[in-house]
T-cell receptor
Framework: GNSVTQMEGPVTLSEEAFLTINCTYT??????LFWYVQYPGEGLQLLLK?????DKGSNKGFEATYRKETTSFHLEKGSVQVSDSAVYFC???????????????FGQGTILTVHP | GAGVSQSPSNKVTEKGKDVELRCDPI?????LYWYRQSLGQGLEFLIY????????KSGLPSDRFSAERTGGSVSTLTIQRTQQEDSAVYLC??????????????FGPGTRLTVL
């Protein structure tokens, strides 16, 4: 079956530090990959996505590149802010034709805390 | 416009009682998903409705769990004879579903269920 593995947290950084949250996956075929974010007291929101190999998703200064050869989709940001403190989830969805098409498989989540 | 709404936001119940959780998807979204977020299991898929097709129930953890979607819109997740391990945040999401493509899933705020 499909699975997503994220680096374990929590991650604590100072403002303006570089962020990497590792994510690797196991899936049949070529899934779409996503990062979702859950800010304190809020619902899950899509942060960025990539639907095929070598695609780079980006949003709000965050980036992640779909690496088929290493089955990875690591999240990076060059300079984090206090407002980036949240829980980050890596996820995948099989593309059309897959038996699990549409539904998301999530990683465990990584808690990020950014201090001033 | 209105997002996905869920009710109640919090539910406390006694072990053995039945509960109903409601989800109102975004108007016009044909796909509706239920997920569960718990400390021990992370975020897990429960059930998926797409238009008039038979739902994908592959994620339901036991036959105590059921869901229906009336008129292709509102959905109700029912848990019968609740157990303490059912305590979790139940998330609903909806998306457009265009053939052959992925569409972003928009999540509701969730219902926090506590079984005493």
């Amino acid at each position: 079956g499909n699975s997503v593995t994220q680096m374990e947290g929590p991650v604590t950084l100072s403002e303006e530090a570089f962020l990497t949250i590792n994510c690797t996956y196991t899936a049949t075929g070529y899934p779409s990959l996503f990062w979702y974010v859950q800010y304190p007291g809020e619902g899950l929101q899509l942060l960025l996505k990539a639907t095929k190999a070598d695609d780079k998703g980006s949003n709000k200064g965050f980036e992640a590149t779909y690496r088929k050869e290493t089955t990875s989709f690591h999240l990076e940001k060059g300079s984090v802010q206090v407002s980036d403190s949240a829980v980050y989830f890596c996820a995948l969805s099989e593309n059309a034709g897959g038996t699990s098409y549409g539904k998301l498989t999530f990683g465990q989540g990584t808690i990020l805390t950014v201090h001033p | 416009g209105a997002g996905v709404s869920q009710s109640p936001s919090n539910k406390v119940t006694e072990k053995g009682k039945d509960v109903e959780l409601r989800c109102d998807p975004i108007s016009g979204h044909t796909a509706l998903y239920w997920y569960r977020q718990s400390l021990g299991q992370g975020l897990e898929f429960l059930i998926y409705f797409q238009g008039n097709s038979a739902p994908d129930k592959s994620g339901l953890p036991s036959d105590r769990f059921s869901a229906e979607r009336t008129g292709g819109s509102v959905s109700t997740l029912t848990i019968q004879r609740t157990q303490q391990e059912d305590s979790a945040v139940y998330l609903c999401a909806s998306s457009l579903r265009l053939r052959g493509s992925y569409n972003e899933q928009f999540f509701g705020p969730g219902t926090r269920l506590t079984v005493l």
